[in-house]
């Protein structure tokens, strides 16, 4: 049982640039959830998903897509990067009912240069 | 809208002393409270969480929390922390028919020194 996983961990851009940062659950969790971690603000919602097919926005979603084709993953793109999204990338699901926690990855760290 | 303030960025604390580490939220609906921990280059962990009930929790590692909801606090304390507690602490709040989506506290950065 992994958990939530990430992929890549690491990975530097140039501006401009896209990429797609992959999250898998194991858990059957309904509830899926993108975060952006910069220092002194805590972690701030990038888009979630409810369902399978299902997305949408949170607090900071400029610059950012995501799809959910399967239950289990979650996909982030960034489809052309730039300075300013340089962060630690946090993924996390949860059951709809009834803990209500979320279970976190363990990051994937982005540059853009 | 929801918000959580985490009122001490950083907290130096020795080894075998007592630490409370504060939260206070602002919310116009209920809300469910979390303290998740981030140990360096890791994920987040969750150390205990309210949902209803009695107002005083318990998590693992030892650490507990106390809901007031008159004063919209959620401070989570340990009675005698050890250096491996040496980590980022975040406050978070989620809200009944809000999809367990987290509104997260800035954190608090806990430095255990021997």
Redesign the interface.
């Known amino acids: 049982n992994a958990g939530?996983t990430q992929t890549p961990k690491f990975r530097v851009l140039k501006t401009g640039q896209s990429m797609t940062l992959l999250c898998a659950q194991d858990m059957n969790h309904e509830?899926m959830?993108w975060y952006r971690q910069d220092p002194?603000?805590?972690?701030?919602?990038i888009h979630?998903s409810?369902g399978e097919g299902t997305t949408a926005k949170?607090e900071v979603p400029d610059g950012y897509n995501v799809s959910r084709l399967k239950k289990q993953n979650f996909l982030l793109g960034l489809e052309s990067a730039a300075p300013s999204q340089t962060s630690v990338y946090?993924c996390?699901s949860?059951y709809?009912w009834p803990t209500?926690?979320?279970?976190?990855?363990?990051?994937t760290r982005l540059t853009v240069t | 809208a929801q918000s959580?303030t985490?009122l001490d960025?950083q907290v130096p604390v020795f080894e075998e002393a007592p630490v409370e580490l504060r939260c206070n939220y602002s919310s116009s609906v209920s809300v469910?409270l979390?303290w998740?921990v981030q140990y360096p280059?890791?994920?987040?962990?969750?150390l205990l969480?309210y949902?209803s009930g009695s107002t005083l929790v318990k998590g693992i590692n030892g650490f507990e929390a106390e809901f007031n909801k008159s004063q919209t606090s959620f401070h989570l304390r340990k009675p005698s922390v050890h250096i491996s507690d040496t980590a980022e602490y975040?406050c978070a709040v989620?809200f009944s028919g809000g999809?367990?989506?987290?509104?997260?506290?800035?954190?608090t950065r806990l430095a255990v020194h021997p």
């Open positions: 939530v509830y959830y002194g603000m805590g972690l701030r919602l979630y409810v949170g946090f996390a949860s709809k209500y926690e979320q279970y976190f990855g363990p990051g | 959580v985490q960025s469910y979390f998740y280059n890791q994920g987040l962990q969750l969480k949902l975040f989620s999809y367990n989506k987290l509104i997260f506290g800035a954190g």
